[in-house]
């Protein structure tokens, strides 16, 4: 009986009282138990029913975690349908693929932004019905296919939908997932995602006592996997922050025994942590500094088995001094697992964090491979790998280092397309597996660049060594077809902003500051050091840095900030030919019509 | 749509000097009216004239079919006004939390001792007081700065704020003394939009002092243009732009 | 009714009135230049004098004293707007106030403890016998022949001092370019800085004027009521007085003290009874004072708030 | 740094407003009051009537004036004044009303109940004038009460001296103490008396500030013509401000007399002490209740902990004159550095260490 509302039904019966939902709404904290969750869904049932949401609808779910659009989720499978997530802030390009090529006939929106957003586009998909959760500014709306959810679930009754629940089979599917650098959906069916999800569960021991707090759309398949779906297997409660401005403060007052996040998210922690101490008054942080390194000696002779009792007692008392607090500021102290998917954290990060008590795993997986083929278990000491394949899973090399996986848990394309060789898909990313028989993973293999010289590498492994740094928000690796490797640098704005003020740098806005000799100078200092671990051909030559940040509705990042080439190199076409052509100065013509100028500094 | 207000042959002079002279006009329910006028032309005299913060020498304020030469500000709250004002005046010794409470000081029936003493109604009333400020918070989406004493906020929050104390009330006319100025384009953008949401879902009244134009002319239904005090213009926006003394006055001197 | 007795009293009152208008002026000086209400000028009063008399009981001559006295209080005045004041420019008047307080209460202790807390008597006439005049009889009482009433020549002195006083101070602010610039001040803090009128010399500058006035009111007060801490509930007395007559006005001041002395005396004489105790001129001036200003709350020569919304 | 807020959020609006939100908070204030109800009274006599009653009683006045100035930012210069109506309503209740009727909390109460009334009189004021100028009228009140009280013998019980003794017999208590066994008389019991209405008091003040008349308060002092385009009633707020004000500070003068000194006596009611309790207020911090105490238990104690540093490290080497003034020194420059460097005073200090203790290790 494992499907989606299987679990809410068992969870129900099993565990009526424990707390499944929580969300923090008007200023404080609200939950329902198994029990309201399991009845919330009941009314939505009958809601979903007299809109003719049957077996086999397609129903795009196209916003943020709030409860309203999770409970609409279990309510549309029992109905047999199918829940096509999108993203809330994808673009109308993006949402009329994805509700063309799902041939979804529902659409549940958000809010106001998500339904101007489709009705952009509304005469390009064959969306018959939209239901709104929030009808904030819709009220004045005169499309007929707009409805309520207050509306719905007020002419709706509440009705036992046990029965309903078990005619449903496991092997219907639950989901359509996007994957973005694909740009296909895929079809998951209840059985395989759940099992990928019991098997973390079982894994790492996870029960209703846990929670987690899940700040990111569902629509990212591994987030689905690790929060949604796990806290159905689980039973454990799922945290919603009231906004995403509130996300820090939320995550203190949780206080989750369960981490989820895409790499980045950790990476923000980590600058946010650097930022902050930053400003600390001069003795606090050269305070901080020194249990810093002191910590991270002390980790290294533990994870080399010589930690003698002095480094005992020095830890504690760095711990009780420093990284508690800090810990506790930051909502972290009572986390007992951090999955990081979509990315690995750097060595040091990776350190800082198992130093400090927080046990980072880093897990890979697609929407095809449901969310997860493999993680990292608990006290790892690599930050390098992604772990082991799961049960049931398996990962092969093939000469061209490019990754290929089996899973027993599998999505399908929804166009037919395969991609498997006798079961074995290819992943799409290139990577190796170690000794240890863990997987390591280097890149996407369409962005290998190749250099005049006719070296192959993966940029990513050089752009993750250089964005290590806490002043770096994303680095852009070009060398094709080049003798040397440059670098377009983003700098983080909240960490450069404090260094400045702490160096009394004087400025007005981003540009500006992305401009400063000062600036250009740290980061040139950073690329000097990372220049120094890498390969004489890979090293950085020269950089530029960009007078803004990536925009993800511009496509240049993915949803979990990951760098996407291809759209970056139209967008910013000028800046990657003038480091072709070995111009210093760059004169942009950037989308929005914006012009300035860049310089492009040699190391 | 019946008049809400009506503002008839006002004089205020101080000291002497004339701040408006012999003003009059009409307020529909449910419209937006924006009163613009360069510096200096009285606009924020009219409103201190209509919640009673001056006193007029000559002329009458008629509010919802209450005809008067004077009324104090209390009784203008009480009747259901509720403003902004130009230098915002929140309250700086406290969070944006308790200055928007104070907005619902009128639905606080509660007596001292009830409060001092924590029982009764004193409790409740914080609750479902504080629940209808709750709502104007996420109406605002001020979550994140709830418990920030308003001083550390920034000028284009601090406004978001004052509006959202004035909306608290639940007015049936708000009197907004230039919501925008001195903001930059989105928080000018989420302030119209906060403006006409008031006006189209909840449908109070409002009154505006607007200097920018191309907020006055998209979100207005009716505009009363003034200069040195004297009325010159009157009517919907696109009369008002096609008026020659308006032009004269107010739009050739400004661009 | 004895007209010879009223008048007595009247004249009596107005001299009074002198001496709480001395104090009041430098109160009006520093509220006006910088809004701060001024709570140390009693223990100014107080500092001034000890210093003056100590030197004086060590020795020192008159007028030697009497001009490192003044030295002192420049000094003093300048630190205080050094060391108090410029620190705390943007903070509200409240907490100026409240650090004038803070300054009164360390006047007092420190001119206490570098001093010492007795009663010193001071005799000007002994001073004062510069061959001038002979000095003796300025000092006491006496009829004056022609209307036979009794008035102490030392208020006399007093009132002439003060006359003198203010028309230096008139002088200073009408002719002067740090009086005039001090005029802007008072009109409009931002407006003096905008063109340029260091705010910062010009506060320091009425702060050691202040100080000097204390020094000048401190002697005469002393000489009628001895030097000793009590001295600092004159500033008690001028309290009244400047609310009436509005804070910012000097004329203010004045015409306040003449009318709180005046009818003090008036008040001692007429209503003492009805209330069937004495001692009422304890609490007559500030009824006085609030009656006044409910009639009309921004004093007699204050300028009317529009409060700007 | 000692504070663990992770894992502690609120799940209803009572819960959010409570005065104490963190567990860790919560179990001080219940040791608190253990040490202050079973460990203090068991001390010395000495030390509760030297340090420990005092400190309660102009500790109250404290938070009267907070409510008057730092509340609602009416400046005030009375607060002894109004003590010393307090003082002597609790006396004159005593020895005029039947005993059956009459008892000391009662008694404290009614006074405190005169003594609002008599502010309310000369907060009338503050209705036409504001600022500064009001000081004339709480001066008005200092200087009148105290006159009154001296000219008027029918309140000493014509008593020549100025000052009376207080009857053993008002410390009865309707038979209490007998019934208990224990002398009411004595310190232990005067202590918990003085402690369970300070206590009480303050809980009120507390809730009155963090409710709608507090937040009324609040409006009146920053911007009073937005509180009243608000709806607030300006006047009324002001007056309600005197009376609970002026309501405290007569309590606080019962508790002052009858608990601490044991007699009714003018002289302590001068205007020095207004000043005296306006330092408490000012080093404790404007607005702060909290502020308050700390600020009376700052202020009380400097001059002994001086005359104790002078007695036993210097051996006597200063004389009461030489306390005096240093104190005096102290103080004011503490005032002043107090507002240069935190104008919240002790509560905004202790608020910040609070706050970085918070955020430790990061800036708060």
Redesign the interface.
């Known amino acids: 009986m494992a499907t989606i509302p299987g679990l809410v039904l068992s969870n129900k019966q099993t565990i009526p009282n424990a707390v499944a939902l929580r969300y923090?709404?008007?200023?404080?904290?609200?939950?329902y138990s198994w029990e309201e969750y399991y009845n919330e869904v009941a009314i939505l049932v009958d809601a979903y029913k007299n809109l003719s949401v049957s077996k086999g609808t397609i129903v795009a779910v196209y916003g943020n975690n709030i409860p309203k659009l999770i409970f609409s989720i279990a309510a549309v499978q029992t109905l047999g349908g199918i829940v096509a997530l999108i993203h809330p802030e994808s673009t109308e390009s993006e949402l009329t693929t994805i509700l063309n090529s799902s041939k979804a006939e529902v659409l549940i929106a958000e809010d106001q932004q998500q339904v101007d957003t489709f009705l952009k586009v509304e005469s390009e998909c064959n969306i018959n019905t939209v239901v709104y959760l929030d009808g904030?500014?819709l009220?004045?709306y005169e499309n007929t296919k707009l409805n309520s959810y207050d509306d719905l679930v007020s002419k709706s009754v509440n009705s036992n939908i046990d029965s309903q629940i078990q005619s449903i089979s496991d092997n219907d599917i639950a989901f359509y997932l996007f994957d973005e650098h694909e740009n296909k959906i895929y079809k998951v069916s209840h059985d395989p995602i759940i099992r990928n999800s019991s098997k973390i569960c079982d894994l790492n021991k996870l029960s209703n006592k846990d929670s987690i707090v899940s700040y990111l759309p569902l629509s990212i398949s591994t987030n689905l996997l690790f929060t949604y779906i796990t806290s159905l297997v689980s039973g454990m409660s799922f945290n919603l922050p009231?906004?995403n401005?509130?996300i820090e403060?939320d995550l203190?007052?949780?206080?989750p025994t369960i981490l989820y996040a895409p790499s980045f998210v950790f990476k923000h922690i980590i600058s946010s942590?650097s930022y902050?101490?930053e400003?600390?008054?001069e003795s606090?942080y050269q305070?901080?500094m020194w249990h810093y390194s002191k910590l991270m000696q002390i980790y290294d002779r533990e994870v080399s088995g010589n930690k003698s009792l002095i480094d005992t007692i020095w830890k504690a008392w760095i711990m009780l001094?420093?990284f508690a607090?800090?810990?506790?500021?930051f909502?972290?102290?009572?986390i007992k697992h951090a999955f990081v998917s979509d990315g690995v954290l750097s060595k040091v990060n990776f350190n800082f964090f198992h130093a400090i008590g927080v046990e980072i795993q880093h897990s890979f997986g697609q929407a095809v491979s449901c969310g997860c083929i493999s993680v990292q278990p608990d006290h790892s000491v690599s930050s390098e790998n992604v772990g082991a394949p799961m049960s049931g899973a398996e990962v092969k090399i093939n000469d061209n280092s490019e990754v290929y996986f089996k899973t027993d848990c599998l999505g399908e394309d929804v166009d037919g397309g395969e991609n498997s060789e006798d079961g074995w898909f290819n992943s799409g990313y290139v990577g190796s597996i170690d000794e240890s028989g863990n997987l390591i993973i280097n890149g996407r293999t369409e962005d290998i660049i190749t250099m005049k010289s006719g070296k192959k590498f993966s940029p990513e492994s050089v752009e993750n060594l250089i964005s290590c740094s806490p002043f770096i928000k994303s680095t852009v690796i070009v060398g094709d077809n080049q003798d040397s490797n440059s670098a377009i640098i983003v700098i983080d704005p909240n960490s450069v902003n404090s260094w400045a003020d702490r160096k009394n740098i004087r400025y007005t806005g981003y540009a500006e500051l992305a401009g400063k000799d000062e600036v250009r100078n740290l980061i040139m200092d950073h690329i000097k050091c990372v220049n120094e671990t890498l390969e004489a051909e890979l090293k950085v030559k020269k950089f530029v840095i960009l007078h803004r940040t990536l925009i993800m509705n511009a496509g240049e990042v993915s949803k979990t900030m990951e760098v996407m080439r291809k759209n970056i190199s139209k967008n910013l076409s000028d800046v990657f030919s003038a480091i072709e052509n070995n111009e210093s100065n760059i004169k942009v013509n950037d989308i929005d019509q914006l012009s300035y100028e860049l310089k492009v500094n040699d190391i | 749509m019946s008049d809400i207000l009506k503002v008839e042959n006002v004089t205020l002079t101080f000291g002497g000097v004339k701040a408006i002279t012999d003003i009059s006009f009409n307020v529909k329910e449910g419209e937006i009216c924006a009163v613009i006028g360069p510096n200096g032309a009285g606009k924020s005299s009219m409103l201190n004239v209509i919640n009673g913060v001056y006193l007029p020498q000559i002329g009458t304020v008629t509010y919802d079919g209450v005809e008067r030469r004077s009324i104090n500000p209390r009784d203008a709250a009480i009747a259901g006004m509720a403003r902004t004002f130009q230098n915002i005046a929140l309250f700086q010794g406290m969070t944006v939390l308790e200055n928007i409470m104070t907005g619902r000081n009128l639905f606080m029936k509660s007596s001292w001792l009830e409060q001092g003493l924590n029982i009764g109604r004193a409790r409740t009333e914080e609750k479902v007081n504080?629940?209808a400020v709750?709502?104007v918070?996420?109406?605002l989406?001020i979550?994140?700065i709830?418990k920030t004493p308003v001083s550390k906020l920034p000028y284009g929050l601090q406004k978001r704020v004052e509006l959202g104390r004035a909306l608290v009330a639940e007015p049936k006319i708000l009197l907004l003394d230039e919501p925008m100025a001195g903001m930059n384009l989105e928080e000018k953008a989420d302030m119209s939009?906060f403006i006409l949401?008031i006006n189209?879902?909840q449908g109070i009244t409002t009154v505006m002092i607007e200097h920018d134009m191309g907020v006055v002319m998209d979100i207005s239904d009716h505009v009363v243009v003034l200069d040195y005090g004297k009325k010159i213009g009157d009517g919907t926006p696109s009369e008002v732009m096609s008026n020659q003394d308006v032009i004269d006055a107010y739009l050739g001197v400004s661009h | 009714m004895d007209w010879v007795y009223l008048i007595e009293v009247l004249v009596g009152g107005l001299m009074s009135g002198v001496m709480y208008s001395l104090v009041a002026i430098g109160f009006v000086l520093i509220y006006k230049s910088s809004g701060i209400f001024n709570f140390a000028q009693g223990t100014m009063l107080l500092f001034a004098s000890l210093t003056f008399v100590k030197m004086t009981e060590n020795g020192i001559d008159f007028w030697t004293s009497l001009f490192i006295a003044a030295g002192i209080m420049v000094i003093f005045g300048i630190a205080t707007e050094r060391y108090v004041i410029r620190p705390l420019a943007n903070q509200d008047l409240l907490a100026l106030f409240m650090a004038t307080v803070g300054l009164a209460t360390f006047q007092e202790g420190f001119s206490q403890f570098v001093w010492d807390s007795d009663v010193h008597g001071l005799q000007m006439s002994k001073f004062l016998d510069i061959g001038l005049l002979d000095p003796a009889p300025i000092f006491m009482s006496d009829h004056i022949p022609w209307l036979d009433i009794l008035i102490p020549k030392f208020d006399i002195f007093a009132s002439l001092v003060a006359g003198s006083l203010i028309v230096v101070l008139a002088f200073f602010f009408q002719k002067t370019k740090t009086g005039l610039s001090l005029r802007a001040v008072s009109d409009d803090h931002m407006a003096a800085m905008a063109v340029g009128i260091p705010l910062q010399t010009v506060w320091a500058v009425v702060w050691a004027v202040t100080g000097v006035i204390a020094l000048v009111a401190g002697l005469l007060w002393a000489e009628r009521v001895s030097v000793s801490f009590t001295l600092i509930e004159a500033v008690m007395k001028a309290l009244p007085v400047i609310l009436i007559g509005g804070l910012t006005s000097i004329p203010g001041a004045i015409v306040g003290g003449l009318v709180i002395g005046v009818g003090e005396k008036l008040g001692e004489i007429y209503l003492a009874d009805v209330f069937g105790g004495q001692g009422i001129e304890l609490w007559f001036a500030y009824f006085m004072a609030l009656i006044f200003l409910i009639f009309r709350p921004q004093g007699m020569f204050g300028e009317k708030l529009i409060e700007r919304v | 740094?000692i504070?663990?807020?992770?894992?502690?959020?609120?799940?209803?609006?009572f819960?959010?407003r409570e005065i104490f939100p963190l567990k860790f908070d919560k179990i001080i204030v219940i040791l608190g009051l253990l040490i202050l109800y079973l460990y203090v009274p068991t001390t010395s006599e000495y030390t509760l009537s030297a340090h420990v009653i005092p400190i309660l009683a102009v500790g109250l006045a404290t938070v009267g004036l907070n409510i008057l100035t730092g509340l609602t930012g009416q400046l005030s210069l009375g607060t002894a004044g109004f003590m010393c109506v307090g003082a002597f309503s609790t006396y004159n209740l005593m020895l005029r009303m039947p005993e059956a009727l009459m008892s000391l909390p009662v008694a404290l109460l009614f006074s405190g109940i005169f003594a609002g009334l008599v502010g309310i009189i000369f907060g009338l004021p503050a209705i036409r004038i504001k600022g500064f100028y009001l000081l004339v009228s709480t001066l008005a009140a200092q200087y009148f009460v105290w006159w009154f009280f001296n000219s008027y013998a029918w309140f000493l019980n014509y008593e020549s001296s100025g000052v009376v003794a207080i009857p053993p017999k008002m410390y009865d208590y309707w038979g209490l103490g007998n019934l208990l066994g224990v002398d009411m008389q004595g310190y232990p019991a005067r202590y918990v008396l003085a402690l369970t209405v300070c206590l009480a008091l303050t809980y009120f003040a507390k809730n009155l500030l963090r409710s709608n008349t507090g937040r009324n308060f609040m409006s009146v002092r920053d911007r009073d013509i937005a509180a009243s385009v608000m709806g607030i009633s300006v006047p009324r707020t002001k007056l309600l401000a005197f009376f609970v004000s002026c309501f405290y500070c007569g309590v606080a003068g019962g508790i002052y007399s009858f608990l601490y000194i044991g007699n009714v006596d003018l002289m302590i009611y001068e205007i020095d002490r207004s000043f005296t309790i306006l330092f408490m207020l000012i080093i404790g911090g404007l607005g702060s209740i909290s502020g308050s105490w700390l600020g009376a238990i700052f202020v009380y104690e400097f001059p002994i902990v001086f005359t104790w540093i002078g007695d036993t490290i210097f051996k006597g080497a200063f004389n009461t004159a030489v306390v005096e003034n240093v104190s005096n020194m102290v103080y004011g420059i503490f005032i002043i550095a107090l507002l240069i460097r935190e104008p919240g005073g002790f509560a905004a200090l202790w608020a910040t260490t609070k706050q970085k203790l918070?955020?430790?290790?990061?800036?708060h």
């Open positions: 923090k709404q008007l200023g404080i904290w609200n939950s904030r500014g009220s004045s009231e906004s401005q509130t403060k203190q007052e949780i206080g942590i902050r101490i400003s600390a008054s606090n305070r901080y001094t420093t607090p800090a810990k506790n500021v909502g972290l102290t009572k | 504080r629940l709750e709502k918070i996420k109406f989406q979550e994140s709830r939009c949401e189209k879902e | 740094m504070y663990r807020e992770t894992g502690n959020f609120v799940t209803n609006y819960k959010d918070r955020m430790w290790p990061y800036p």
